[in-house]
């Protein structure tokens, strides 16, 4: 309906944000990027079966640590869906701003306020700016708890690796080849690790699509009801004395 453009929150640069924004999130993560993701979590469970086809006491020690990557990987995923929808409303804002005043150029220029929406523009920008200055430290701090995990992985495993061995319970052979799937399988996982930001905010972005389109109009555009116009013709003669 008419009245949905009419809201100051659905003006042309807040939808023009949203279409760039959110299309750009949900291709991201889609096509390819989904086939990936199925492949290395494939290449897990195949690691893991075979580990344990290697050596089981080994294996078992891999699997204790995979509660730590999981929740590395949760916090990884939960920050960065919080800093996304801030990011989304404002940079809503940003776009607001920069279509009102190109669109209402002669305006602005008429009453001198360059300067006022240029540091309006810029005021909207810091806010960003500084927020995502905060957020490195932090992200960098889940970044390696998440992949540090897997480097006490592999010292573990060396460590237990050289016990067995010692002990004569599995030959070296056995070792390498359950390590090797074990690095595989790891690999497989810092992977989709690292790729799953982005499936986030292309979640995100898909369910903020699927709430637009599914949205229902206050005025019902295809209702037959209220009263029928009743059209009339009419001729009307004038006329003009000379």
């Known amino acids: 309906e ?30 390819i990027r989904i086939g990936l993701m199925l492949k290395n979590f494939a290449s897990l469970g195949v690691g893991i079966i075979l580990a344990f086809m ?16 999981v929740v590395g990987s949760f916090l990884e995923r939960y920050l960065a869906t919080g800093f996304a929808s801030k990011d989304k409303k404002l940079f809503e804002d ?6 009102e005043s190109i669109q209402n150029i002669r305006t602005v220029v008429q009453l001198t306020k360059e300067d006022y929406f240029y540091k309006k523009y810029c005021s909207f920008l810091e806010i960003p700016y500084r927020s995502s200055i905060k957020r490195a430290y932090v992200f960098g701090l889940s970044y390696a708890l ?7 992985m592999l010292a573990a495993l060396f460590r237990l690796g050289a016990y067995l061995l010692i002990k004569n319970t599995v ?13 595989f399988g ?21 369910e903020k699509i699927f709430e637009f389109l599914n949205r229902k109009p206050i005025m019902d555009n295809s209702s037959r009801d209220g009263d ?15």
């Open 2 to 31: 008419i009245a949905y453009f009419d809201d100051p929150n659905n003006n042309t640069g807040a939808l023009c944000t949203r279409l760039a924004t959110e299309a750009s999130a949900v291709q991201g993560a889609t096509g």
């Open 228 to 242: 029928d116009i009743v059209s009339s013709y009419q001729q009307i003669l004038i006329l003009m004395d000379s």
């Open 94 to 99: 940003v776009g607001k701003v920069t279509v």
């Open 171 to 183: 030959s070296f052979k056995d070792i390498l080849s359950c390590l090797g799937c074990i690095l």
């Open 146 to 152: 998440a992949n540090s995990v897997l480097y006490f």
């Open 186 to 206: 790891a690999q497989s996982v810092g992977h989709t690790v690292s790729t799953s930001p982005d499936y986030t905010k292309a979640v995100n972005a898909a």
């Open 54 to 69: 290697f050596s089981w006491q080994l294996t078992l020690l891999i699997l204790g640590f995979i509660p730590f990557l």
